[in-house]
């Protein structure tokens, strides 16, 4: 199976910055949709990103203009740039590939805490 893996997280004041990673396993990661994810204290998760290999993205209405995902498939790795950040935005954030046989594969978390 994929193997994914995210890092980047901490705690940031409100109005800061962090830049997530994610690393997959695969030789046809190129191939894969990205996809960004978060989970906050007592509430379902959520999407937050995706950006498909043919480039397309799409982000939750929460983070747009914000948040920006990105991808370099020479480094297996997909990222998520996160500016602007507020007290909200705290959660526990998840990376996921997306197959084209529409297999997911979920890294294991990596906590984001925004507060003064």
């Known amino acids: 199976q994929v193997q994914v893996v995210e890092s980047g997280g901490g705690l940031v004041q409100p109005g800061g910055s962090l830049r997530l990673s994610c690393a997959a396993s695969s030789s046809i990661f190129s191939s894969y949709a990205m996809g960004w994810y978060r989970q906050a204290p007592g509430k379902q998760r959520e999407f937050v990103a995706v950006?498909?290999?043919?480039?397309?993205?799409n982000y939750a209405d929460s983070v747009k203009g914000r948040f920006t995902i990105s991808r370099d498939n020479a480094k297996n790795t997909a990222y998520l740039q996160m500016n602007s950040l507020k007290p909200e935005d705290t959660a526990v954030y998840y990376c996921?590939?997306?197959?084209?046989?529409?297999?997911?594969?979920w890294g294991q978390g990596t906590q984001v805490t925004v507060s003064s």
């Open positions: 996921c590939a997306h197959t084209s046989t529409r297999q997911r594969y």
């Open positions: 950006l498909t290999s043919g480039g397309s993205t």
